[in-house]
């Protein structure tokens, strides 16, 4: 394949930063190669330099064999290199049409000509099948849509590179797809992308090779199928995984859960497991492998048709929440800001929402005092950054809501907690925070069964690993069999219908 794009020995200084330390990348047309690091890597200074925007003070851009001297971004996209900033660049005043054609716009005579402007304009987003109205001012569009009309304006630019400093970080799931489309479509055409991405999920979706920066040196690059998420995070962070996650291990005590051939028709087959006290239970598995069915099916949202579940040996079958609350059962749900919160009521509010249904009343009244003392409690002892329990959840970080939904869930004092996608879209700070609190829980004797997507997450705090692939528990690897790379290789393996061990 063509070879689009080479940097060599690439550095950048900022005044007391070395930003790049002689990095070299390249890209074949064609190719989508995926850059990750951790913040401050170097990431956005690479696709910067390569986008005329910094120049470099040292090495060499070559862009299919000849040498680049950028003096402005107008050099690089006239050489065929666009480049999606992190922050998004629409002027908000202009209109989607105004924006795309910038300095080019369709003329009649001295004039602008409007009508092809639109015209035009319209054509190139329409061929994403993405509904944007381009007389709209771009103030006006959602970041995914500034998104996409950004990608648009690069394509109409003619260009041949493409670099995108993480633009799904602001896009929701469907626009996420629309991106992807778009994606395929250039690769078909022979773009080759850069991608920069914190969802190690979507650069195994994407990728062709993976490079992965670390303190401005280039840490290690392959193909992907070469790399595993577990080697890219090592890569990032240059330790080993373990030494991520604060989990002490112990011998788990009695069983607390135990799950009998649970089936619910074409949703789970015969998912059998036990939970015991102290430990934690990591439920990987694809999205639609029926890791959120399980959780509802404990918690008594949905029901099942066959099998048996026991709490602490004694048979079980919830039939509502309140049920399973009795039995000392709680589930954080996936959805924090649609199912697990009242986002727009105080942290007070959302932390007593279950723990009333236990009383915390005087007489037919909340009891006040006893509510505010213990939301004040939680926010202690989870470290929720805010003013008071006064706060509205609305006006938290992603983090920090997170942290008030399992408060939510602790304020009844579980033996068993129910976790899906604890850390999804929270800060690496709080993440840290959040598995700390897992960790301590644990060790107080809970049981948590912990569903998520976040495989280095999975490894680095589980006891077990449960696998789930459509509706059937699939595997359960016991934690340190095998190295840890090898042992998220088998969890992938198994959660993509490879080899099951049983
Ligand atoms: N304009 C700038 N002036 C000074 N330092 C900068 C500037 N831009 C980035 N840096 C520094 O350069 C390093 C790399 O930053 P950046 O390329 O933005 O990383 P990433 O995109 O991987 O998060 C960081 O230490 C950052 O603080
Ligand atoms: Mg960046």
């Known amino acids: 394949m063509t070879l689009l794009l080479e940097m060599k020995n690439v550095h950048k200084r900022y005044p007391g930063v070395h930003a790049l330390k002689g990095i070299s990348f390249s890209l074949r047309a064609g190719e989508l190669h995926a850059l990750v690091g951790e913040n401050g890597a170097g990431k956005s200074t690479l696709v910067k330099a390569l986008g005329g925007v910094v120049a470099p003070d040292e090495g060499e851009i070559l862009i299919r064999g000849n040498s680049a001297?950028?003096?402005?971004?107008?050099?690089?996209?006239?050489?065929?290199?666009?480049?999606?900033?992190?922050?998004?660049?629409?002027?908000?005043?202009?209109?989607?049409?105004e924006n795309i054609y910038l300095g080019r716009e369709p003329k009649r005579g001295p004039f602008i000509d409007g009508r092809k402007l639109a015209d035009d304009a319209t054509r190139l987003v329409e061929g994403f099948g993405v509904g944007i109205d381009v007389k709209r001012r771009a103030g006006t569009l959602s970041p995914g849509e500034q998104q996409l009309v950004e990608i648009a304006k690069a394509i109409s630019q003619n260009v041949s590179i493409l670099a995108m400093d993480e633009p799904t970080s602001s896009l929701s799931a469907r626009e996420t797809e629309q991106l992807f489309r778009v994606i395929a479509g250039l690769r078909a055409s022979g773009t080759g992308i850069i991608y920069i991405s914190h969802h190690l999920e979507e650069v195994f979706l994407l990728a062709d090779r993976i490079s992965v920066l670390r303190d401005g040196e280039m840490a290690g690059s392959a193909d992907a199928k070469e790399l595993t998420p577990e080697r890219v995070v090592s890569l990032m962070v240059g330790r080993r995984i373990e030494a991520l996650y604060p989990r002490t291990f112990r011998d788990p005590g009695d069983v607390l859960l135990d799950v009998r051939g649970l089936s619910r028709t074409g949703v789970l087959e015969d998912v059998s497991f036990t939970l015991r006290s102290g430990e934690i239970l990591g439920v990987a598995g694809l999205v639609g492998s029926g890791r959120t069915e399980l959780a509802r099916c404990l918690v008594g949202l949905d029901p099942f048709d066959g099998g048996e579940i026991a709490v602490e040996g004694t048979p079980f079958t919830p039939r509502s929440p309140g049920d399973a609350l009795d039995r000392g059962i709680v589930l954080v749900p996936e959805d924090r800001k649609r199912q697990g919160l009242f986002l727009n009521r105080t942290i007070r509010d959302n932390t007593i929402a279950m723990r009333l249904l236990q009383g915390l009343r005087k007489g037919p009244f909340v009891d006040r005092p006893a509510s505010e003392s213990l939301a004040g409690s939680f926010v202690q002892r989870l470290g929720v950054r805010c003013r008071n329990v006064f706060d509205s959840v609305f006006s938290l970080s992603g983090g920090n809501q997170q942290k008030v939904a399992i408060a939510k869930g602790l304020a009844v004092s579980p033996k068993i907690l129910i976790l899906d996608e604890p850390t999804r879209g929270v800060d690496v700070g709080a993440k840290a925070e959040i598995h700390q609190i897992m960790n301590d829980l644990a060790a107080q004797g809970m049981g948590i069964l912990m569903i998520s997507s976040d495989l280095p997450e999975v490894l680095?705090?589980?006891d077990a690993v449960l696998v789930f692939r459509d509706g059937r528990r699939v595997a359960r690897f016991p934690r340190g069999e095998g190295a840890q790379g090898t042992l998220g290789e088998r969890v992938m393996t198994a959660a993509t219908g490879g080899i099951a061990n049983a």
């Open 69 to 97: 001297r950028w003096s402005g971004p107008g050099d690089a996209i006239r050489a065929g290199v666009g480049i999606i900033h992190q922050e998004l660049s629409l002027a908000p005043h202009l209109t989607v049409a």
């Open 460 to 462: 680095g705090m589980s």
